[in-house]
C-alpha cells in the first residue's frame, strides 16, 4: 500500500498494516479525550447490559433530549438526536439539498462528501496561513452571495484547532440571512474550548433560524463506538424534514441510556476541561518557537503543525513516530496543507511530554 493513502486516521487500518497491535500504539490521531469513557456511563452500561438489549429505545428520545436540552441550554423541542455527529451532517445536508455550499477548509471530508451526494456543488474557502489559519471574517463574507445556499464551519476547526468567536458568528448570520443562506457549524471540539474564549454557537440557536448546529460525544466523552451525536436548530421546516427522513431508532439503547447520564457527569465534564486546558498551554509553550517546526493556537483538544526543517516531509515524520508506536495524523491529504503538516492530539502528560521529546529529536 501507498504510504500516501496511510495518513493515521484509522487506527485499525494503521494496525493492519504495519501489523501492530491496535493496544500498543499510542493514538495522538484519533482527537479523543484521554480519561477514557466516564465511571458514570460504564456503570450505567454495566447496570443494564443484560435488560437492555432486550427494549427499543424511546422512538421519541424525550429523556435523552431533556439531558441534552439542560446541558445546552436549549429547549428540548428544538434537540434533534443521531447515530454520531456524522449522521446529522448528512441528514442537515439532506434537508438543505444545497445547489451551491461554501466550505471553510481545510475541514473534516465528510461534508463535501455529503453536498456531492445529494447533487450540489461546493467551493472551498481557504483558510491561510499568511492569517494563521484564522478564519477572515471579512474575506468570508465576500464570496457569500445570493447564489451560495449553505456555509459550512467547523469550530474550532479539525484539522487546524483555530476557532471563531460567538460574536463573529452572529455577524455571520445576519450576513446569511440578508443572501438566504443557512450555516451549518460542527462544534464537535467546541467542549474542549476554554469557556472565556465564548467560542459555541448555541446561545444563537433560537434566534436565528438560518443556523444548524452539529454536535457529537465521541471526543469529548470518549465514546466513538457508541454513535451519539445531537443537533440544535430552531427552523421546524429543517427539524421536522429530518425527523420524517432518520431511521426511526438510529441512536441506540447503549448510546441513549448513557446520553442520559454523561451529560450530568460534571465531575468528569470540569477534569476533562481542566487536564485539556492545562496541557494545551503546556505542549503550545513547549513547541512555539522551537527550531524547524512551528505550531498554530488552537482551542480544540490537537495542534496543527507544519514542519519548517529542509527535506523532512510529514511522512517522514509520520513513520519514524510509528516506528516507536506513536501515531499522529499526515495531513498531506487535507485541502491547503501539504506534505509539511501533521496533527497530533493530547493525552495525558506523560504521553505528551513523550511526543513533545520525540518531535524535539527528529525535528531539531
Ligand atoms: C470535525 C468532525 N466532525 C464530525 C466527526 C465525526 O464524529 P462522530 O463520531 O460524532 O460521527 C469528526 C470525526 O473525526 C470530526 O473530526
Not at 75 to 85: F, R
Not at 89 to 97: R, T
Not at 203 to 215: D, H, M, Q, S
Request: proline fraction near 4%; include cysteine; charge should be negative.
Amino acid at each position: 500500500m501507498s504510504l500516501n493513502v496511510v495518513h493515521g486516521g484509522d487506527l485499525d487500518e494503521i494496525s493492519r498494516i504495519y501489523g501492530i497491535d491496535k493496544s500498543c500504539i499510542l493514538n495522538f490521531g484519533g482527537n479523543v479525550n484521554p480519561l477514557g469513557l466516564p465511571q458514570s456511563v460504564k456503570r450505567a452500561i454495566r447496570e443494564n447490559a443484560s435488560d437492555a438489549p432486550t427494549l427499543y429505545p424511546d422512538v421519541s428520545y424525550i429523556e435523552l433530549k431533556k439531558a441534552i436540552g439542560e446541558y445546552t441550554g436549549i429547549d428540548s423541542a428544538h434537540i434533534l438526536t443521531g447515530n454520531g455527529s456524522t449522521e446529522l451532517i448528512a441528514l442537515c445536508i439532506n434537508a438543505v439539498k444545497p445547489k451551491k455550499a461554501v466550505i471553510v477548509s481545510p475541514a473534516y471530508s465528510e461534508y463535501l462528501k455529503q453536498i456531492e451526494l445529494v447533487g450540489g456543488s461546493a467551493e472551498l474557502f481557504p483558510l491561510r496561513e499568511d492569517e494563521e489559519y484564522v478564519l477572515n471574517i471579512d474575506r468570508l463574507k465576500s464570496v457569500l452571495h445570493d447564489g451560495v445556499d449553505l456555509l459550512v464551519i467547523c469550530n474550532p476547526n479539525n484539522p487546524t484547532g483555530t476557532y471563531i468567536t460567538c460574536a463573529e458568528i452572529r455577524e455571520l448570520l445576519e450576513h446569511c440571512l440578508k443572501h438566504g443562506i443557512r450555516l451549518m457549524i460542527d462544534e464537535t471540539y467546541v467542549e474542549f474550548a476554554s469557556p472565556d474564549k465564548q467560542v459555541s454557537a448555541m446561545p444563537l440557536a433560537e434566534e436565528y433560524k438560518n443556523l444548524f448546529i452539529v454536535r457529537g460525544t465521541s471526543k469529548f466523552f470518549a465514546c466513538p463506538g457508541l454513535r451519539l451525536g445531537y443537533g440544535a436548530c430552531s427552523d421546524r421546516e429543517i427539524t421536522e424534514y429530518i425527523s420524517s427522513h432518520r431511521d426511526s431508532w438510529s441512536v441506540n439503547i447503549f448510546a441513549e441510556l448513557s446520553g442520559k447520564v454523561m451529560f450530568r457527569d460534571r465531575k468528569f465534564i470540569e477534569k476533562t476541561r481542566s487536564l485539556i486546558t492545562s496541557e494545551r498551554e503546556r505542549i503550545f509553550g513547549e513547541l512555539y518557537g522551537c527550531g524547524d517546526i512551528h505550531i498554530y493556537d488552537s482551542q480544540a483538544n490537537f495542534f496543527l503543525v507544519r514542519i519548517k526543517r529542509e527535506g523532512v516531509t510529514s511522512s517522514q515524520v509520520f513513520e519514524r513516530l510509528l516506528a516507536k508506536n506513536i501515531l499522529i495524523r499526515d495531513c498531506a491529504d487535507f485541502p491547503y496543507l501539504s506534505d509539511r503538516y501533521i496533527r497530533f492530539c493530547i493525552l495525558d502528560k506523560k504521553s505528551n511530554s513523550l511526543l513533545i521529546k520525540e518531535l524535539k529529536n527528529i525535528l531539531n
